[in-house]
């Protein structure tokens, strides 16, 4: 109840000043995907880097600093969600019911196939300094690749 109205608070402001830096053209979409893409690679391939920062950090400097690190991520995953969204309604599906749906059910394949369609409505509930899994809780995303390489190599052996 309380949490819900928060992050769409959270992700609706950064999405306005997204637009305030970046005003709405196909170019400033490019723009905004290449910086959640790249912004993401970069943070996805120093996870183990910053999980290390956080584990030594004392107990109040650790908060500081996985807040710090949540922050970037968010604005991160704004940047990716606006330029994705803006190219997606100018170029793929412009008639917006149909790109609702469209869009719902692209989603729901994707999330499915990942097998994290029932993580979508608990992303991000979890204490600050709860844990030391990482920036990202990408851990199973890892188990599932780690178990689906594994398959394929008993099947080869």
Known sequence: FVISPLVIIVWRSLLELTFDLLPSSTTSAVIALL??????????AVEDLLVIVSSRASPRSKIIWNAFVTFVCLL?????????????TLFIVKEVVM???????????L?????????VGFCGCALDNDSDT????????????????TKVKDTWD
């Open 99 to 109: 790109g609702g749906w469209f869009n719902f059910v692209l989603g729901a394949c």
């Open 134 to 149: 990482g920036a990202f809780n990408t851990q199973y995303l890892r188990k599932m690749l780690i178990d689906d390489q």
């Open 35 to 44: 910086i959640g893409l790249s912004s993401a690679v970069v943070l996805f």
């Open 111 to 119: 999330l499915t196939a990942l097998q994290v369609l029932s993580f």
């Open 76 to 88: 991160s995953c704004v940047f990716l969600w606006r330029g994705a969204w803006e190219l997606n």
